[in-house]
């Protein structure tokens, strides 16, 4: 997990500060001029606005990091496979249905958490980053 955070780390942090910076220091500026504190302000005014640049930062990173396989067979321990370097070594060893199988659960588990995060961000990446 600690691999897949700093590798996708700047790509995720990226897509939140072009968003953040979208937003105008407006409405921040009058809820704080109102005495809303700093949580009240971030959930009630900055996260409904960027929600869907949330989601699709988050989504975006965890997709790339679902499927990456070059960073992590690089630092991979004999003994402490992830799916993808399992698969890697089905497949080497002549077991292509059993490594097609986690290759399928990689796909099932990248489908799982975009709809997830879709459907708990309600936002509809399929409409682009404004739905």
Not at 4 to 28: D, H, K
Not at 110 to 115: D, I, S, V
């Amino acid at each position: 997990m600690l691999i897949y955070f700093t590798e996708q780390m700047p790509f995720a942090s990226r897509a939140g500060i072009s968003a953040m910076m979208q937003l105008g220091p407006e409405p921040e500026e009058a809820a704080r001029i109102a005495g809303a504190r700093w949580f009240h302000r971030f959930r009630t005014i900055v996260l409904p606005v960027q929600k869907s640049a949330v989601a699709t930062g988050m989504l975006m990173s965890f997709i790339s990091g679902i499927k990456s396989l070059s960073l992590v067979v690089v630092l991979a321990v004999p003994g402490l496979d992830v799916l993808t370097t399992l698969s890697i070594r089905l497949l080497d060893v002549g077991y292509t249905q059993a490594g097609n199988g986690v290759v399928l659960v990689v796909s099932a588990v990248a489908f799982l958490g975009t709809y997830t995060v879709q459907k708990l961000m309600k936002t509809d990446l399929a409409r682009g980053l404004g739905a």
